[in-house]
């Protein structure tokens, strides 16, 4: 047992890693609780009475901690006309897509969570894409909430510590879904040399996360100094998960060389199992507009794709640990698999 771990009421260093998207279902996060690690909620793409749902529902299943994950708004101006409308030229299905929500509306539904993560004493809460702002920090450390911060960078994870976080979550460039790096000079760097030079550099403990996916994962991370793993794409491919199971099968067929980082389906890096969306636009990943506007451009046609069971428009993301994961498995296999027995 470290500091982390006695600090988040796990007896297994597992984080389950939110995921936005509908993945990580409240069945999913409240077994990994209960096996010992720290299931998550990932409130990215949820309205706050959506969030609140999911919030009852862990009370239902009777689940001890938990995180539930924040999207930190960006200040990103809203795109011209026309750079809009050349791109609903070209995404499939782009008429469709809702109208651009505010940079406001979207701290008000920021604020809005936080109160509701006050309300029902969530335990713990991480953010991702920035720093989060002060007043929230405050407001959620007085109501006794631990916080983490995500970090790509050995100065992010500088930055995070000086806001206040208990312990920040470093994401290699391995790692599946969307990048949290802030800083415009981040680039991609690697799990192996981001733990120890995070390790060494702040005081708070470090989680590592990026393309973990078995035991012999976990040990390397914790022999370089990380107190706990943060898992996203082996707990995408349980059976709790609520992944589609065409992204599920498609991450069973892939090899690590399969995934690439893309800016194609959001307008914010992230890593995906390659399909012809993403071969089609390669050329044109610098001209893409800003998360979330080019999210919301995209929706529809990735809808549409998911109902057709079509992976060529899906976003299939994952990381690089796909290639040793090939048969669905439930919650307990997997921590089972991930830290045999208790401790
Ligand atoms: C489908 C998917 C969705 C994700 N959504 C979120 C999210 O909402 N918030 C977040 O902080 N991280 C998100 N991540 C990143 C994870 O927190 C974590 O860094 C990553 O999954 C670790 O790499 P791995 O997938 O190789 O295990 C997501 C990852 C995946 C695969």
Sequence with gaps: MNELMNMLSMTKPIIQAPMAGGATTPSLAAAVSKAGGLGSLASGY?????????LNHMRQCGARAFQVNLFVPGAEGEPSEREVQRWKDMIPYADEAGTFTSIDDEWKDFDQKVDLLVEHRVQVCSFTFDLPPEHAVMKLKAAGCRLLGTACSVEEAVLLEERGMDAVIVQGAEAGGHRGAFLPSTRAVGLMSLIPQTVDRIGIPVIAAGGITEERGVR????LGAQSVQVGTAFLVCKESGTHPVHKEQIFQASASDTKLTKVFSGKEARGIVNAWMEENEK????VLPYPYFNTLTKPMR????????PSHMSLWAGQGVGSLGEEEN?????ERLWPGMS
């Design 220 to 223: 390397a991370a914790l022999a």
């Design 303 to 310: 809808q549409h794709a998911a109902k057709q069971n079509d």
């Design 331 to 335: 919650v307990d296999e997997l921590m």
């Design 46 to 54: 949820l309205k706050s009475d959506q969030l609140e749902k999911q």
């Design 284 to 287: 044109r990943e610098q001209e």
